[in-house]
């Protein structure tokens, strides 16, 4: 049976270079931001999220999603308003992306809220990948071209790092690539000797 593997770090932790990784070596992986955005521009995801957030958050159709981000990251109630729209889509998007899997061993399910949205229930097990505060901030602003408090209230609004980390099975510090794609590759190692039962 193909196990669920959950991958799962603060904004700016490197989860999705992580996850691509373990894509090169052969692991099927689903990105749930990826997904999110694209179930977003489903019409009835549109319609909720103009009912719920208002058209100011739209150019034309095209949904702003700086904008509805500085809306869900200044109100925990917004945040969760937003959730409660987009997250059973992406739960039925989950869905039929894995029954296409099934040959796998296992799969990476990456999710930056993995515990937040309680999808780490329907994981076999979950890798945590963490960096220092002030490297993760620094990559976001180099990524998104944003300031530094935008970042600081995302991260306000996520776990901690010794949150996720309690709630982990494996753990990667991701500050020097070459030594996060070895920790990768153990882990990888490991995973398949436990599902492959040798």
């Not at 999808?119 to 890798?127: E, P």
């Not at 309690?166 to 500050?175: A, C, F, R, T």
Request: glycine fraction near 6%; aromatic fraction near 8%.
């Amino acid at each position: 049976m193909t196990k669920i593997i959950g991958l799962t770090g603060g904004i700016g932790s490197g989860k999705t270079t992580i996850a691509q990784h373990f894509h090169s070596l052969g692991v099927p992986i689903y990105i749930a931001d990826d997904a999110a955005r694209e179930v977003m521009q489903d019409k009835s995801i549109i319609a909720s999220l103009k009912k719920a957030f208002g058209v100011s958050i739209f150019d034309g159709e095209e949904l702003n999603r700086a904008a509805l981000a500085s809306i869900v990251f200044n109100d925990s109630e917004k945040l969760l308003q937003l959730n409660a729209i987009v997250h059973p889509a992406v739960r039925v998007h989950f869905e039929s992306w894995f029954n296409n899997h099934l040959g796998a061993t296992y799969i990476i399910y990456e999710a930056a809220i993995l515990f937040e949205s309680g999808n780490y229930k329907k994981c076999n097990q979950v890798i945590c990948v963490v960096a220092p505060l002030d490297t993760r901030i620094q990559r976001v602003v180099s990524r998104d071209n944003t300031d530094i408090a935008s970042i600081e209230k995302r991260i306000n609004s996520q776990w901690t790092d010794e949150q996720r980390i309690n709630k982990s099975d494996y753990v990667i510090e991701n500050v020097n690539l070459a030594t996060a794609k070895l920790k990768v590759e153990e882990i990888h190692k490991i995973l398949l000797i436990k599902q492959n039962g040798r």
